[in-house]
């Protein structure tokens, strides 16, 4: 990853009410922005469902930026970034903050619309409309992001059990908890570290055995 820019990608996910991880947020942009923007338009589920488009997203909810230092960060060409910004900036998923002359040229500095993204479902067989789909793109970028990390301190783990619907709930409302106890930590002069919290029905499962019943 370049890092010229001094921009971090960051995908920490605010709990939404639904059992998966379904949003970026952070508390640091330099910029005004609403607090929650509702998205259900499949035209903004596609634009958030692309890798790409969601890393800038992530990475816009440090602080503004330009498409040059977007594309240092990501160590992607300019016109691809760029490419990927008009297409959030039409869906109205990003907007542009502020701007600078730089000699005869206006430099655009994007930010994002808001701080959380809560995904809602569409009536639509589209698999890339898919709540979960879009959930999973995230945890897929948090995956990239844990990859190329250099803190052996890190704590990750799976785990897998049959739960009643009482005790999902439970752990539900433990989770968002624990979401906002981390955003409320957030200290503007501290290292920047990513927490990513998934809980969902798994659709890939094994009946009880035999000796269970």
Known sequence: ???GSGLTPSS?????GIAVCSAIIDRSPDYELEDVLVVQDPKQLRALGDFTRGRII????QRAASTTELATAMDMPKGT???HLKVLEKAGLVRVVRTRQVRALTEKYYGRVARLYE???VDSDA???RAGAISAMMLRQVAEEAASGTDEK???GVGRARLSEKDAARFERRLARLQDDFRDAADPAGQLYVLS???FRSAITLPPSESDA
């Open 1 to 3: 990853m370049g890092s």
């Open 12 to 16: 920490p996910c605010q709990w939404s």
């Open 58 to 61: 992530g990475l816009l909810g």
């Open 81 to 83: 970034v760029g490419h």
């Open 119 to 121: 995904l809602k479902g």
């Open 127 to 129: 698999e890339d409309l």
């Open 154 to 156: 890190g704590r990750t």
């Open 197 to 199: 919290v998934a809980l």
